[in-house]
């Protein structure tokens, strides 16, 4: 950009001239001279540069200024004049910052090629990863629980993350995301083994877990999600901006759910589109969906174009009838599940309609379109905005990817010897709703997700036989019996049912009720579970802080935790 400056070249047309002045006598090499130029030139350049950042930098300051100072006396005293002179300032303010970027944009602007792969992913991933692992250093002695631990990395590394793999969606080794999360689950906590699987603290809130984010599965969903750009043929997004700009981009509307990816041949220096394409191609496959051929597939394909069909039967069809395969129908189905559809099969060519029959009356077709279109499909067929794109395709993954794990609640249930099968919706929904504050909600979370360890749990992990209660009444110390079981607990979780009935209240002396919030049908009023909750989660904290001593509980200090767990509700409703 600084060849662009006249001044800039005129004076190196007088340094090259002078060079050529001195040498006149050719008595140095051309080589010497021409690295002794170079150098110089060289410098020359550094110290031009340097003079221009400072010019621009002192320019914008002195225009900040100079627009604080006048926004300032508008707040005192309105003028036109003064308030045209505002907006020409913002104007060249805007002026200055939007040439420095397209300097910056044509810098970079240049056909990405195979080699400079490693240098996109050196200087960004590979940064990326740095600061992700220097926030979490910094971060590590922070006094929060884990779950606070796992709403910093949602608030603070995941937009991160994202805008990179959106921002360049090349291919990076499955390695890099794992060591990422990796960290993060040591950050979460704290370098000790984790009590609850990832695949349990990965689930939504609706379905007991905590939500915490997948980055295998965000990176899939954000590399893939431009395959519903070129279904809905979106021209000017970004898949089309950031590479290939010399290429029909119509020919994309042809490789989602068409034939047209059969004989697709993608050029050597392609980063993103046929890293895109391979992703949407693995997914079809794990999915067992055809990816060239589906009830989503569009009437206007390669599949139909390839018939020689005329294009106003297509667009009458399509107008009329729907804009896809399934819509239109197949086999006996054809043009003949509406009276729109059986008055347009009347109108159209018989030539055109004979032809259309045909193929969608062939094994193949029928064999893979004949059927309701998945929710894959859907998400690229029939949403028509990209709101929400992202979200939509990781859901699906999560459903696609999912790892069994043991669910918690299926273990409280044998220990109990119940079946909690048609309650699960109600455990889950307790853990969601059973406090405003995060802080009281993460007792009852810890409790329904089995996060405390047990005598039984420590002496399978150590390897011993020693799985006695550590409270000291010599019983098998299951959590079931830490919780519930213990005779040295047995008197504190009594003296709240006698609470309970002093309140009016009498739910059966069942653990599954203060342990998983399974309320009996006659205490389903907001008042009367809201009070009951806070006092069963006032003994369960009771009872967690004493965990592994051999005494009873008192209710003095259960009485004072649900003290404050009332004063601490107050506060936080009264700050909504």
Same mark, same amino acid.
């Given at each position: ?387 929400? +794109? ?182 936080? +409703?009264?700050?909504?």
């Amino acid at each position: 950009m600084l060849l662009y400056d006249e001044c800039i070249t005129e004076d190196i047309r007088k340094e090259i001239k002078k060079f050529l002045e001195v040498n006149e006598n050719k008595e140095t090499s051309y080589q010497n001279l021409w690295d002794t130029m170079k150098a110089v030139l060289r410098g020359k350049f550094i110290s031009w540069s340097a003079f221009n950042k400072r010019s621009k930098t002192q320019q914008i300051n002195d225009l900040t200024l100079q627009l604080k100072a006048l926004e300032k006396e508008e707040q005192n005293s309105t003028k036109s004049s003064r308030r045209q002179e505002i907006v020409k300032i913002r104007a060249e303010i805007n002026e200055i910052e939007t040439k420095e970027t397209i300097q910056k944009i044509d810098k970079i602007n240049t056909t990405l090629t195979k080699r400079k792969v490693k240098d996109l992913y050196n200087e960004n991933y590979t940064t990326l990863k740095k600061e992700i692992k220097e926030h979490l250093r910094r971060w590590k002695d922070l006094p929060c629980s884990w779950i606070g631990r796992i709403n910093i990395v949602k608030m603070a590394i995941l937009p991160k993350v994202l805008y990179k793999f959106n921002a360049i969606p090349i291919k990076i080794p499955m390695m890099y995301l794992t060591e990422i999360e990796q960290a993060i689950m040591k950050f979460i906590w704290k370098n000790k083994k984790p009590r609850i699987a990832k695949a349990i603290l990965s689930r939504k809130s609706e379905t007991g877990g905590i939500a915490i984010p997948d980055l295998q599965l965000y990176y899939k969903a954000i590399v893939t999600k431009t395959a519903w750009y070129w279904y809905q043929n979106r021209k000017v997004d970004q898949w089309y901006r950031i590479e290939d700009t010399d290429t029909n981009p119509n020919k994309y509307n042809f490789l989602i759910l068409d034939k047209g990816a059969k004989n697709m041949q993608w050029r050597k220096d392609s980063l993103f589109n046929k890293w895109c394409w391979e992703n949407w191609k693995s997914i079809c496959n794990r999915m067992k969906l055809n990816p060239y051929l589906s009830p989503c597939t569009k009437l206007n394909s390669k599949w139909i174009k390839d018939l020689g069909i005329r294009p106003e039967t297509l667009q009458i069809i399509e107008e009329k009838v729907g804009p896809n395969l399934h819509l239109v129908g197949l086999g006996s189905d054809f043009l003949n599940r509406t009276p729109i559809a059986q008055e347009i099969k009347a109108r159209i060519n018989h030539w055109d309609r004979f032809k259309l029959k045909s193929f969608l009356s062939a094994k193949e077709t029928i064999s893979n379109a004949k059927k309701e279109p998945t929710e894959w499909e859907n998400i690229f067929a029939n949403h028509t905005s990209d709101r929400a +794109l992202i979200s939509r395709i990781y859901k699906e993954l999560k459903k696609l990817y999912s790892k069994n794990s043991n669910n918690p609640v299926d273990k409280w249930a044998k220990e109990m010897n119940r079946h909690f099968t048609e309650d699960l919706q109600a455990i889950n929904k307790h853990m969601e709703k059973c406090s405003t504050s995060l802080v009281i909600r993460e007792m009852q979370i810890k409790t329904i997700l089995r996060f405390h360890l047990t005598p039984n749990r420590m002496a399978i992990i150590k390897n011993t036989s020693n799985n006695r209660c550590w409270q000291g009444c010599g019983e098998k110390g299951t959590l079931i019996h830490c919780w519930w079981g213990c005779k040295l607990v047995q008197p504190l979780w009594k003296a709240v049912w006698r609470f309970l009935r002093k309140l009016g209240m009498d739910p059966p002396f069942d653990p599954a009720i203060p342990l998983l919030g399974l309320y009996p049908q006659d205490l389903k009023s907001a008042y009367d579970r809201h009070t009951a909750t806070s006092m069963f989660i006032a003994a369960q904290f009771t009872i967690a802080r004493l965990w592994n001593q051999p005494r009873c509980p008192s209710i003095d200090e259960w009485i004072k935790k649900l003290w404050y767990i009332y004063i601490y509700n107050g506060i936080l +409703l009264s700050h909504k």
